[in-house]
């Protein structure tokens, strides 16, 4: 008896579970009553029918899929950063969790504690979330435009000019990461500007996606100077597009850039000293990449032949660091003809005064 009434309760539970487990997505569906967020799995798809629509979304939470898509956020899910959202977000009234980037990026929260901005702003302050990319993804322009959202380049550049010649130039041509964060190596980023448009300070700026795709004809971009299609940029490649008329309003820029990239913020002596960045020779010109814009708002860094920046008058015209622009012949050569010039007053001076006694008998 006991064993039957076991068994009835058995199937009992069995079957008000069941039925629970159907009835539950029923309630969840887009057509059932007090549908808006989409199932609880939070795929970015239920989170991007509205967030992706202007029209049902406005301000920072309104997210470009094209730009998100690519990012690491995307691929491991919204609710990865936004725990807690109820399925029937955002009509339940009850405000999104905001992410806790110390989860995942502890190491670089502590860099950034121990630098000049801790405390000052957090980390959204600086990064779209919907938008992270990585140091090579983004140009010096866009890195220097984080920095503008706090520091105006007017104030900077009267700022910088106490000290620096030239420095509306100098913060137009360098990140100011390179300067204040530390870094063993630097590279070149030279990127295509167009004189077409001009920024505030009266520079050419940062030729965008559609521009130079309109110039290609809807080919892809790196056509315009990678005309073997060999995804490698040669020397003889970047003379034959500066002195291509086709692209007279189009020139190459490039960028001093740190290839370590730190949250650690500070304001190093050494960077006042000219010769960190005149005087460190040619080796730090050797390596140069072309970074290319893509649809999604990134860029793509192609590899450039190795001394390419060297070659100052067709590989890039725009872009002369004197003072590492160096080669090493014609310092050799430089030298011979200093010698060569010293060699008569020289030796002339040494055979008078070999002689001086015979002029003096003469004399007398």
């Known amino acids: 008896m006991k064993a039957a009434t076991k068994h009835t309760m058995y199937r009992f539970l069995m079957t008000v579970a069941l039925a629970g487990a159907l009835c539950t997505p029923a309630l969840a569906e887009p057509d059932g009553p007090g549908y808006s967020f989409g199932d609880t799995t939070g795929k970015n798809e239920a989170c991007l029918t509205c967030h992706a629509d202007g029209q049902k979304v406005k301000g920072p939470s309104l997210i470009n899929p094209a730009q998100f898509g690519h990012t690491t956020h995307a691929k491991i899910g919204c609710p990865s950063c936004h725990e807690g959202v109820a399925p029937t977000h955002p009509t339940d009234g009850v405000r999104t969790p905001r992410a806790n980037c110390q989860q995942c990026h502890g190491e670089v929260n502590s860099e950034y504690a121990s630098s000049i901005h801790a405390g000052k702003t957090s980390c959204s302050g600086c990064h ?77 700026e940062v030729a965008s996606y559609q521009e130079l795709k309109e110039l290609t004809g809807g080919r892809d971009i790196l056509t315009l100077i990678d005309s073997n299609h060999d995804n490698y940029i040669s020397i003889s490649e970047l003379r034959n597009f500066n002195l291509d008329r086709d692209h007279k309003s189009l020139r190459l820029q490039g960028m001093l850039t ?40 990134t860029y793509r860094r192609v ?8 070659d100052a008058l067709y590989g890039t015209p725009d872009f002369y660091l004197m003072g590492s622009n160096k080669n090493n012949m014609l310092s050799w050569i430089g030298l011979a003809v200093v010698c060569g010039g010293l060699i008569m007053p020289v030796c002339h001076g040494f055979l008078r005064f070999l002689t001086r006694k015979n002029r003096t008998r003469k004399e007398h």
């Not at 190093?268 to 080796?283: A, E, I, K, Y």
């Not at 590899?303 to 060297?310: D, F, R, S, T």
Request: charged share 20%.
């Open 128 to 204: 779209n979330p919907h938008k992270v990319e990585s140091p090579r993804e983004i140009s010096g322009m866009e890195i220097n435009q984080m920095c503008g959202g706090c520091h105006d380049k007017f104030k900077m550049s009267a700022k910088h000019g106490e000290w620096l010649p030239q420095a509306d130039l100098h913060l137009y041509m360098l990140p100011c990461i390179t300067c204040h964060t530390g870094s063993k190596n630097y590279f070149i980023s030279m990127y295509v500007v167009s004189t077409k448009n001009q920024g505030n300070l009266g520079k050419p």
């Open 258 to 297: 740190p290839e370590t990239v730190s949250h650690r913020f500070e304001i190093l002596d050494d960077r006042r000293n000219c010769t960190f960045c005149h005087g460190s020779g040619p080796t730090v010109m050797q390596t140069s990449y072309l970074s290319i814009p893509e649809v999604n708002g």
């Open 303 to 310: 590899q450039v032949e190795k001394g390419a920046v060297l």
